[in-house]
């Protein structure tokens, strides 16, 4: 491969985003290249007074079908592909009278936006580009005479290099466009295949690709000896991708990851329902609860374990408001998000200037479709979003003594939050708040014993006689395989369950329930999150 820099004589540019167009095309022109173009691009520049070659004159073919075959002849592909120092190649051009071409200028059509406005079939097919990733493979591959851009943001890079180099590029920097244009491509086809599937209803599609855009590069991963970045996804789901920051540091890795969990439970409450509260610390919940106001909930979710509440990420369903605001800043917080803030509440936390505030705009669909994905090694788990709503399901009393209206509110409640903690989970709930939380633990037992000891410790930090375990409701987010995590609850003070039920041993456990006078609701809904 030559390692030379090689002049642009010629760019053919087509872009579906026009921004910045006319002043990268006046630059182009300002170094003697020759503007090719295609239809609303070579209006544009036309209209700015600049002189360009419609591509049908570098074809001998007028555009046709509609716009979906202009670009595709070998005057355009040989041009691309053409190796400068390859005889063969030069003949073959000299020959079939195919002009070289030394910068291509492509973005595609906007098919994940389409998508993401939720527009039909037919309008989504329209919106696949065929030459646009036709021409910017041809010219990646080729990177070693051409360059190619597909985003408006490196426009200023070629030119800076063109005026350092007498209107040549540079192989380094045409490699590195060449590596950003086979990704935008690859992200492209892997919307497209993806939204197939979705619409075709196929689960596990032979093949499956993910892709995203850089939205930043992080200081390091989980830990400092680790390499991260953020990625967006095509998918415009209210959350910490979408949210806009408006103060405080970077995000790390960890509190991206966390602000995503916080965000996601927070998802379950229907703000015109009920103010909420969530706060999490290492990607589990440590205290959540509903209130008639934001600073209730706030309060009430902090109550369950302030220790470990200290650096923890915050998530409201509703606008921040200036009281919330004022007793989330009183202890240590790394990030708050919420749909909205006031401006007195962001005055208040602009005193803490390493706190985060992130608005991400509204809160995400707990009922919503979609995927997740996780690496193992040599591979990928992709499943369907866990989008089941306790509100939906239908609750089966298996004991004696049916729950009453309280303990069925709290026990929903104690559901919704059972879902958005690592397995296996034990949630305490009373009044619309937990009260003791063990996440994570290798058996279910260990679970109910770590919640009610924090509980115990709470109240003992609290000053309280007794923790609020006491008179509570527990869930559970799958079924207990024995009756002994179930006797801890008991112990504790719990006094309704909420579980999915299908064990091997349920009349065991319901038969302890029973003998301990306590109301026991089946799910039939399991809720693993690992």
């Not at 197939?196 to 689960?203: E, P, R």
Request: charged letters at 20%.
């Amino acid at each position: 491969m030559t390692t030379s820099s090689r002049r642009v004589t010629r760019a053919l540019l087509s872009v579906s985003d026009k921004t910045g167009l006319i002043d990268f095309a006046r630059a182009l022109a300002g170094f003697g290249v020759e503007l090719v173009s295609t239809g609303g691009t070579a209006k544009a520049i036309a209209a700015a007074g600049l002189g360009v070659r419609d591509v049908s004159e570098l074809t001998g073919f007028p555009e046709m079908m509609d716009g979906r075959v202009k670009t595709l002849h070998p005057r355009v592909h040989g041009g691309l592909l053409a190796i400068r120092d390859n005889a063969e190649h030069a003949s073959a051009m000299a020959a079939h009278g195919i002009a070289p071409i030394d910068l291509l200028v492509v973005n595609l059509y906007p098919f994940e936006a389409t998508v993401a406005k939720g527009a039909g079939y037919d309008d989504c097919i329209e919106n696949i580009d065929i030459g646009g990733p036709a021409m910017i493979r041809a010219a990646a591959k080729n990177h070693g005479d051409v360059a190619v851009v597909v985003e408006a943001a490196d426009y200023a890079a070629v030119l800076d290099e063109m005026g350092a180099n007498g209107g040549a590029t540079t192989l380094s920097l045409r490699q590195r466009l060449a590596a950003k244009a086979y990704a935008r491509t690859a992200a492209y086809d892997a919307a497209i295949s993806n939204w197939f599937a979705a619409h075709l209803g196929d689960d596990a599609p032979t093949f499956r690709a993910f892709g995203g855009r850089l939205a930043e590069a992080l200081r390091y991963g989980e830990n400092p000896h680790q390499h991260a970045a953020f990625y967006r996804t095509p998918e415009q789901r209210p959350g910490v991708a979408t949210a806009r920051q408006l103060q405080g540091k970077q995000l790390s890795y960890n509190n991206i990851n966390d602000t995503d969990a916080a965000y996601e439970c927070i998802g379950e409450f229907e703000p015109s329902r009920t103010a909420a509260c969530v706060i999490v610390k290492h990607a589990n919940p440590c205290g959540v609860a509903e209130g008639a106001s934001l600073v209730e909930a706030y309060r009430k979710a902090l109550a369950c374990d302030a220790t470990s509440a200290f650096g923890g990420i915050v998530a409201l369903n509703r606008t921040l408001d200036a009281e919330a605001a004022r007793a989330i800043t009183e202890i240590f917080t790394e990030v708050i998000i919420a749909p909205d803030a006031t401006d007195e509440a962001i005055a208040i936390v602009a005193a803490k200037k390493n706190l985060r505030l992130l608005l991400a705009g509204g809160l995400p669909d707990p009922r919503a479709k979609g995927l997740t994905a996780k690496t193992v090694a040599g591979g990928l788990l992709v499943q369907s979003r866990d989008n089941a709503v306790v509100d939906d399901m239908t609750l089966t009393t298996v004991t004696k003594r049916a729950p009453s209206a309280a303990e069925l509110s709290d026990l929903r409640f104690a559901f919704r939050i059972a879902k958005h903690v690592k397995s296996n989970t034990i949630v305490y709930a009373r009044d619309l708040a937990t009260v003791g939380i063990g996440a994570g633990q290798m058996s279910r037992v260990d679970s109910a014993r770590i919640a009610a000891r924090k509980a115990q410790d709470a109240a003992t930090a609290a000053g309280l006689a007794a923790p609020l375990t006491a008179g509570s409701v527990v869930a559970s987010d799958a079924f207990f395989p024995f009756a002994d995590g179930l006797l801890v609850a008991i112990e504790a003070g719990a006094t309704a369950v909420i579980q999915p039920g299908g064990s091997m041993r349920d009349a065991e456990v319901i038969k302890a329930a029973d003998d301990h006078g306590i109301a026991m609701v089946f799910t039939g809904t399991r809720h693993f999150k690992h």
